[in-house]
């Protein structure tokens, strides 16, 4: 009597386990870490569904006066890539990433660009992304840096700079 229920859900959930798209599992994921929320939303956009994101720095938070918790050494640690702002925008970034022991690369969005500078005392401001050029310049680098560590993906991201851009 119950046999015949039992065989039907075991059927189903078979079938649904073979419909399911790898793209969406988290297991066939790249693990990225980007920062704080602006850098995170560039990151995403570029990386899309190819990717596992986690943001050290969210939306409301400081990265100056942020303190990160176990949870983001370890993702650190589990990371395939560290997506930074440089500049000295995460002055606490470096003790992290040693405390994590992490060996995921770090990619540093600042690279290559002239910052801004601020008007009274002429230094380097790190808020890249308030020039539309250099927001350009940051998704370059992370569609770069996506499509070295995932090559079979390369088009996908270079589709979504280009769409995002």
């Not at 050290?56 to 050494?73: M, R």
Request: hydrophobic share 45%; glycine share 6%; aromatic share 8%.
């Amino acid at each position: 009597m119950f046999r015949k229920p039992i065989l039907l859900f075991i059927t189903l959930a078979l079938l649904l386990a073979a419909c399911a798209n790898p793209a969406t599992s988290t297991a066939n994921k790249l693990k990225i870490v980007a920062t704080y929320s602006t850098l995170g939303d560039l990151v995403q956009n570029v990386g899309g569904d190819r990717i596992e994101l986690h943001t050290l720095v969210g939306p409301g938070l400081d990265t100056h006066t942020f303190e990160p918790s176990p949870a983001d050494s370890t993702a650190l640690t589990d990371a395939a890539l560290i997506f930074e702002n440089g500049l000295e925008f995460e002055p606490w970034l470096d003790d992290l990433y040693i405390a994590s022991g992490s060996d995921a690369g770090r990619v540093v969005v600042s690279d290559g660009l002239e910052p801004l500078r601020s008007g009274e005392s002429g230094e380097a401001d790190p808020h890249l992304w308030h020039s539309a050029a250099n927001a350009v310049h940051m998704v370059e680098a992370i569609r770069d840096a996506l499509a070295k560590a995932d090559a079979p993906n390369a088009a996908y991201y270079q589709a979504n700079a280009e769409a995002y851009t």
